[in-house]
């Protein structure tokens, strides 16, 4: 079975930029989707961004606007570029495939 794995999490400053990748250890075609979820301490899973296989995008209202959601077919790979970075971006963030794969995540934290 296709796995995922979150790559690129770390610290980063209030303001600052950061670029997570989502890698699939096969192919990910055909899929309808390849969504980002993050999860704060405390709270429950919250949804970010996704695309879809004909390459349309969709976003969280609390990341409209600074995040966007790149992908590489040659890659097997979706990015999620996130700028302007807040506090409030603090989570855990996941990747999924069609939301029935689900990668283990990886810790963003912005913080001053």
């Known amino acids: 079975q296709i796995q995922l794995e979150e790559i690129g999490g770390g610290v980063v400053q209030p303001g600052g930029s950061l670029r997570l990748s989502c890698v699939a250890s096969?192919?990910?075609?055909?899929?309808?989707?390849v969504g980002w979820y993050r999860q704060a301490p405390g709270q429950g899973r919250e949804y970010v961004a996704q695309?879809?296989?004909?390459?349309?995008?969709n976003f969280g209202e609390r990341v409209k606007g600074r995040f966007t959601i790149p992908r590489d077919d040659a890659k097997n790979t979706v990015h999620l570029d996130m700028s302007d970075l807040r506090p409030e971006d603090t989570a855990v963030y996941y990747c999924?495939?069609?939301?029935?794969?689900w990668g283990r995540g990886t810790q963003v934290t912005v913080s001053s």
């Open positions: 999924t495939l069609n939301r029935n794969i």
């Open positions: 695309i879809f296989n004909n390459w349309s995008t």
């Open positions: 096969g192919t990910m075609f055909p899929f309808i989707f």
